[in-house]
C-alpha cells in the first residue's frame, strides 16, 4: 500500500468517522467553557519578556558589584572617627533613582532565576509525560 | 516595568484562552473517539486544559500544540488503564446468591448485549476497532482522520518523525481494514 492510498484510506475513514460523531450539545459547549475559563484563571504566568535583556551570570555578578559596594560604604565604629567626621548616610541615599530601580530590577531576575529552576522540574516532568 | 509585567500576563492568558477555544472542540472528538464515551471524554479534556495552564502556562506558546496533545494522550491512556482495571474487576466471578452490584455495573459499551447486536453496523465496528489499535497508531490516526492535520503538523505534535507518522498510519489503516472485512457492504 502506497503513501497515497494510506491517504485516500485516512481520508475515507475519517469522513466516515466524522459523519457518525455527534455535534457537542449546548451543556457540552458549556462545560468546555466553563473550564476553559477555569484553566485561564488558573494559569500561572512567570512572564520572560525581559530573560533575554540581561543574562543571569552578568546579572548576579553585578548584584554581587553593588553588594559588595554597600557593604564597603558602611561605617564601621573605628573608622567613623578616625577617618571620616562626616557621618555617612544611608545606602539609598547614595544612590539614584535609576540605581533604585536597578537594584527593584535585580531582585526581578533573581526571581526569575528561580522560576527557571521551576521550568527545568517541569521540563523533567514533561519528559515523564512523554 | 510593573505594569509591563500585568499587561504581559494579560496578554497570556488571552493567548492561552485563544489557544484552547481553538482546540477544545477537535480535543474532544478525539477523546470521544480514544474512549467511546462522552462523560470520559469530557474529563479528559478538561484534566488536559487546567493542567497545560497550571504547568506549562509559563512556556513559549508555540510549545502549547505539543505539550496539550501529550497531556491528552496520557490522560486518555491513564483513563484506559482505568477501565482495564474497573473491567477486571467487574468481569470477576462472584459467589451464587444475591446479584453483585459491582456485576450490575454498566460496563463499556462493547460488553453490553444491546450494544454487541448494534456491532454488526459498519460504523460501529470502525470505531470499536479505532479504539483497539496501539495507542501510538491510533493517536496518527485521529490527527490525521479528526482532525486533518497534515503529515508534518502530526508529526510535531507527535514529537516523532514524519516517517514514524506514515509508518504507524500504515499500520493502522492495515489493521481497520482487516477489522472492518466482512462489513464493506454494510
Request: aromatic fraction near 4%; include cysteine; proline fraction near 6%.
Amino acid at each position: 500500500m502506497s503513501d497515497f492510498d494510506t491517504d485516500r484510506a485516512v481520508i475515507d475513514l475519517g469522513a466516515r468517522l466524522r459523519d457518525r460523531l455527534e455535534p457537542l450539545d449546548e451543556l457540552e459547549l458549556a462545560r468546555l467553557r466553563a473550564a476553559r475559563s477555569s484553566a485561564v484563571d488558573a494559569m500561572s504566568v512567570p512572564v520572560v519578556a525581559s530573560q533575554s535583556a540581561i543574562p543571569f551570570g552578568v546579572a548576579a555578578a553585578l548584584l554581587v558589584t553593588v553588594v559588595v559596594g554597600l557593604v564597603s560604604l558602611e561605617p564601621r565604629s573605628s573608622e567613623v572617627v578616625v577617618v571620616s567626621p562626616v557621618p555617612i548616610p544611608e545606602p539609598e541615599v547614595l544612590l539614584g533613582p535609576e540605581d533604585l530601580e536597578f537594584l527593584g530590577d535585580l531582585e526581578f531576575y533573581a526571581w526569575l532565576e528561580m522560576q527557571a529552576e521551576a521550568d527545568a522540574e517541569a521540563e523533567d516532568d514533561t519528559v515523564t509525560d512523554g | 516595568m510593573v505594569p509591563a509585567r500585568k499587561k504581559g500576563v494579560a496578554g497570556r492568558k488571552q493567548a492561552l484562552d485563544m489557544f484552547l477555544a481553538g482546540v477544545e472542540a477537535r480535543a474532544f472528538r478525539i477523546a470521544l473517539l480514544s474512549t467511546g464515551e462522552r462523560e470520559e471524554a469530557m474529563d479528559a479534556v478538561q484534566d488536559a486544559m487546567m493542567r497545560l495552564a497550571q504547568r506549562y502556562g509559563g512556556r513559549p506558546e508555540g510549545e502549547w500544540p505539543p505539550l496539550f496533545h501529550r497531556i491528552l494522550q496520557n490522560r486518555l491512556r491513564d483513563g484506559g488503564r482505568r477501565q482495564t482495571v474497573r473491567r477486571r474487576y467487574v468481569q470477576a466471578p462472584v459467589d451464587q446468591g444475591a446479584p453483585d452490584p459491582v456485576m450490575s455495573y454498566p460496563g463499556p459499551a462493547v460488553q453490553r448485549p444491546d450494544r454487541q447486536v448494534a456491532l454488526a453496523d459498519a460504523g460501529v465496528a470502525l470505531e470499536v476497532a479505532v479504539r483497539a489499535l496501539p495507542a501510538r497508531q491510533r493517536e496518527a490516526f485521529l490527527l490525521r482522520a479528526i482532525d486533518e492535520n497534515s503529515v508534518a503538523a502530526t508529526a510535531r505534535l507527535m514529537e516523532c518523525s514524519e516517517g514514524s507518522v506514515k509508518t504507524h498510519l500504515h499500520r493502522a489503516i492495515t489493521a481497520l481494514r482487516v477489522a472492518l472485512e466482512g462489513h464493506e457492504n454494510e
